[in-house]
């Protein structure tokens, strides 16, 4: 079983807030990444990083933030959310190839009303 | 963008039949495709990573087989079961640095 939490699981919040998701994985794993998946839509990717003070913007523009500051530690902020934000954010990890699978977070369901 | 599709889109079918899906790709250098099964409220789960023309990969009822020249990978089930019921996603690595794309999936739902 995988070793990757993301808190909260469901949050519904006001338009305004600065929000910020939690995700930690115990694997030791260099790259991390968010994926954000609205209904009925495909996993898309919103930021990477490759390790400690390493991130970069995926394919799908965001107007999320990342950090990593902690090898174990990938936290997403939006600091005005809005209800366009209103989605599933996914983390996942994995070593350092290319062909290694990504290990999934549970994903936090995200309302902004 | 690099486009993965998926198919069917969605799949009823009853305990014991046998299925299959099919994930699409462009035809062109890539490093890996990975299958993946998302159950209702759970995180997704890695089924394969295959990397090769010709690969073909079995756990249990499930296996897939990967063909990159012609840009195709099926994944089967046999003898469908209702723990079967989920989302089965497919996505490319097109590069080293592990980014996926991800097609929109095939959503089975299996009866008893």
């Not at chain 2, 699409?24 to 990573?49: D, G, I, Q």
Request: proline residues 4%; hydrophobic residues 25%; contains cysteine.
């Amino acid at each position: 079983e995988a070793d990757i939490y993301q808190t909260p699981r469901y949050l519904v919040i006001g338009t305004g807030k600065k929000i910020t998701l939690e995700c930690s994985q115990t694997m030791g794993h260099d790259k991390m990444y968010w994926y954000q998946q609205d209904p009925g839509m495909e996993l898309h990717l919103i930021h990477y990083s490759y390790g400690v003070n390493s991130t970069e913007k995926g394919d799908l523009s965001s107007e999320s933030t990342v950090s990593r500051i902690r090898t174990e530690h990938f936290p997403l902020t939006l600091e005005s959310a809005r209800p366009s934000h209103t989605s599933q954010y996914l983390c996942a990890s994995s070593r350092d190839r290319a062909n290694y699978e990504q290990y999934f977070g549970p994903g936090t369901r995200l309302t902004v009303t | 963008i690099l486009n993965v599709e998926q198919s069917p889109q969605s799949l009823h079918v009853q305990e014991g039949d046998s299925t299959n899906f099919t994930c699409s790709f462009p035809s062109s250098n890539f490093y890996a495709l990975h299958w993946y099964r998302w159950e209702t409220a759970k995180s997704p789960e890695a089924l394969f990573v295959m990397t090769l023309n010709g690969d073909e990969k079995k756990k249990g009822r499930i296996s897939a087989t990967l063909n990159t020249k012609e840009g195709y990978s099926y994944l089967y089930i046999k003898g469908s079961q209702p723990e079967d019921s989920a989302t089965y996603l497919c996505a490319l690595n097109y590069n080293q640095g592990g980014k996926l794309i991800f097609g929109q999936g095939t959503e089975l739902s299996v009866k008893p």
